[in-house]
């Protein structure tokens, strides 16, 4: 009898056994599984001479058009809404550079948002040789820009840009920026301006004057 007990208890520590570690395997899966799962969708934008990858989803691109600057322009709304998001452009231009003849050009990318009423654009140009392979040589500049005629004024710009893999030439570009929007308000205005994440910094008995800081970002693919 007492043998009997101590099989029976052996078999119950065998199985129980077996079973954590079916369970400890399952959860290793799953925890796999999660780490594996990429959370952020991500839309290319395809624009003439190379790509952008957005880290949103449901959004609506439009198609490419031609500027009035010669730029090929597509812009972001969001999907449900129809609201402007965002809006990129390229341009290329030919370079007469010494022994790469209508083989470099300049490249201009820029990526523009719109703060209520202010329209703000981070650029970033590059030089282009187009051999046996398309590649980046150099980034020359990075701004910033009003693009449109409002009364406000655009403050403490900061914009750098660098090649992806720490080298030239390279396939990609990441440029970023901060810059500051500063505008005059009325006691009809300052309400939706405060709503859309500008601060009164000073006030008078001519209005309200407010500002708000703004960031742009984006890494751009030669294709």
């Not at 022994?99 to 523009?112: D, L, R």
Request: without cysteine.
């Amino acid at each position: 009898m007492r043998k009997m007990i101590y099989v029976l208890v052996f078999i119950a520590v065998a199985l129980f056994i077996i079973i954590a570690f079916d369970l400890s395997k399952v959860n290793t899966q799953k925890d796999i599984e999660n780490t594996n799962v990429d959370n952020i969708s991500s839309k290319t934008i395809k624009l003439k001479y190379g790509h952008i990858d957005l880290s949103r989803d449901n959004v609506n691109i439009s198609e490419s058009k031609l500027d009035s600057d010669g730029f090929s322009r597509i812009e972001v709304y969001d999907k449900d809404s129809g609201k402007f998001i965002e809006a990129y452009g390229v341009k290329e231009e030919p370079l007469n550079v010494s022994g790469f003849a209508n083989k470099a050009s300049k490249v201009t990318i820029y990526k523009e948002r719109k703060d209520y009423p202010a329209v703000v654009r981070l650029y970033a140009v590059l030089t282009v040789y187009s051999d046996s392979l398309r590649q980046i040589k150099s980034i020359d500049k990075t701004y910033w820009e009003k693009a449109d005629d409002g009364d406000w004024q655009l403050k403490n710009p900061h914009a750098a840009a660098i090649s992806t893999t720490g080298l030239f030439p390279s396939k990609e570009i990441e440029a970023s920026g901060t810059a500051t929007i500063e505008m005059k308000a009325n006691i009809f205005t300052v309400g939706i301006l405060n709503k859309s994440g500008f601060n009164v910094f000073q006030s008078d008995e001519n209005g309200y004057y407010l500002r708000k800081t703004v960031e742009l970002g984006f890494r751009y693919t030669l294709d």
